[in-house]
């Protein structure tokens, strides 16, 4: 039985991974250099061979959808691009509009549920999701992003089964383990999400996003210290300051709402 959190906690449950693997993405984002919709470890979503700018992007992909709303591929960039300018109810709506012009599209498919998570329709992006995977060729990123789906709906059970599933075909993707560990934070289970964001970030690099998550999980368990070096390593100055004092208002934030404490990590992970 876990203790009770400060109800703070639940503001970490919204804003965990309905968009992106990132706890911190709101407060972080001096931190970033991308849109929200680049940061996308909990939608299981494949990164592009190289970067685009999402803002020309907009333009470029709008002309071509309004000529031709069947354009698949125009859609998906479309939506994507809307989805990284924070408009996030009209990526739903383009790409609900172009799944229907392409019924058996697969990847159009599963860009409409991730745009429907990032808007926070999970329930319906896991049934869309759903519709897109073929198990017969199975796609982990899909599967990551159901689990991301069904870790907001509170079934942290089934959702790491999807994560699992994701595991044995991408074994240690860092982007699947971080959304494995964003589900322990979710369900409480502090020194297991711990011990398997410390496995993705060894994996990841210096990815911000499996960074912050880990720097927040051991800053709630109230090592404040090594949270903060977590935090700050290989960033430029202004981006670690900006990255711990994002880290300490939320903590802050939580102290003085007066909840029980956080459960403690034992010395042993």
Known sequence: MHPKFPRQFGQIRRLAP??????????????????PSDITGSLGEKADAKASDPRRDLDTYRER????????????????????TGQKSQA????????????GNAALLAGYGRALADNGNFQQAFDVLGRAHKPEDPDWSILSAQGAS????????????YYASALKIVPDEPSVLCNLGLSYVLSKDLPKAEETLRRAHSLAGS?????????LTVGLQGRMSEAETIM?????PDEANAG???????????????????????TKQ
Do not use: H
């Not at 990815?207 to 720097?215: C, K, W």
């Not at 711990?244 to 034992?266: C, E, F, I, N, Y």
């Open 232 to 236: 700050k390593a290989d960033l430029p």
């Open 65 to 84: 959808f309004k000529a031709n709303p069947k354009d698949s591929e125009a859609a998906l960039k479309y939506g994507k691009a809307l989805r990284s």
């Open 92 to 103: 739903v709506a383009v790409l609900e509009q172009a799944s229907m012009a392409n019924p």
């Open 150 to 161: 069904l870790d907001q709906l509170g079934r942290f059970d089934e959702a790491r089964q």
């Open 18 to 35: 309905a968009a992106a693997c990132v706890i911190l993405a709101v407060v972080l984002s001096a931190c970033q250099t991308s849109g």
């Open 244 to 266: 711990v004092t994002a880290l300490k208002q939320m903590l802050a934030r939580k102290q003085a709402s007066g909840g029980d404490k956080l459960p403690v990590a034992s």
């Open 207 to 215: 990815d911000m996003r499996v960074r912050a998550n880990l720097a």
